[in-house]
């Protein structure tokens, strides 16, 4: 299970975003239920979690399972995915060390890929075309 690899990365670039300064786009449709690209990172436990969102304005952590979050503040590409009510991705688990983004409807030639962060505040600031 080490070295999966995903091929459609490579169709996926950096962006200004409609949403939040920059996104992440695709160059190719994609169909729903596709894994487009791994996410890694340094594994961090939930307390250091907690500790990084306090100390920084911008955190790019994903939670794995249990006491196990995905720092990706490294990452070229996954860490500028936006959040937005109506998302079109969503995040499953990978292997011991990573997670997958996955396609959870059809995404068009060059729109943003998106996904549900899933915490409390996100909706409270959140400038999606649900919310807005
Ligand atoms: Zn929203």
């Not at 994609?30 to 979690?49: A, D, F, H, Q, V």
């Not at 979050?69 to 936006?82: A, E, G, P, V």
């Not at 060059?110 to 962060?117: F, M, N, Q, R």
Request: hydrophobic share 30%; with cysteine; glycine share 6%.
């Amino acid at each position: 299970m080490r070295n999966l690899t995903i091929d459609l990365e490579q169709y996926v670039f950096v962006g200004e975003s409609q949403i939040h300064g920059t996104g992440l786009f695709t160059t190719i449709h994609i169909p729903k239920g596709s894994k487009i690209m791994l996410i890694t990172g340094e594994l961090i436990s939930e307390e250091e979690c907690i500790r990084r969102e306090n100390e920084k304005d911008n955190v790019y952590i994903f939670w794995k399972n249990d006491d196990c979050y995905i720092d990706t503040t490294h990452s070229t590409k996954i860490k500028y995915i936006n959040h937005d009510c109506y998302h079109n991705c969503e995040v499953i688990d990978g292997d011991e060390s990573s997670l997958i983004l996955i396609t959870s409807r059809d995404i068009s030639k060059y729109e943003e890929l998106t996904i549900d962060y899933g915490y409390e505040e996100i909706y409270a600031e959140c400038n999606c075309r649900k919310c807005a």
